[in-house]
Nanobody, 128 residues
């Protein structure tokens, strides 16, 4: 059974930083891709960043240059370093892992449908 557990969320002021972590059952390289998604109240879940087993990354335009995704295969962890946070980054953030290879296509790497396993989420709140 795949388990993904997020941590590191919290409340910060605009311009601040947070680092999210996701502990995965098994090695992260056992999943073709892993990603971070977020969902704000009343909005659809959207992809934030993804990373493939070969370390190729993809980011949503709204976070490029501010967020960095990384994985530690030895520890089985996925991280998201978030800098220069903005109020519009406020959302529940989810870690996800793919079981198929659709995610390896850049057109699908940030699509929720490409991911089979999901964590419970961690809240990020950014105040102005």
């Amino acid at each position: 059974q795949v388990q993904l557990v997020e941590s590191g969320g919290g409340s910060v002021q605009s311009g601040g930083s947070l680092r999210l972590s996701c502990a995965a059952s098994g090695y992260t390289y056992s999943y073709p891709c892993m990603g971070w998604f977020r969902q704000a109240p009343g909005k659809e879940r959207e992809g934030v960043a993804s990373i493939r087993t070969d370390s190729v990354t993809n980011y949503a335009d709204s976070v490029k240059g501010r967020f960095t995704i990384s994985q530690d295969n030895a520890k089985g962890t996925l991280s998201l370093q978030m800098n220069n946070l903005k109020p519009e980054d406020t959302a529940m953030y989810y870690c996800a892992a793919a079981s198929g290879v659709l995610c390896r296509d850049s057109s699908w790497s940030l699509a929720p449908v490409s991911y089979a396993y999901w964590g419970q989420g961690t809240q990020v709140t950014v105040s102005s």
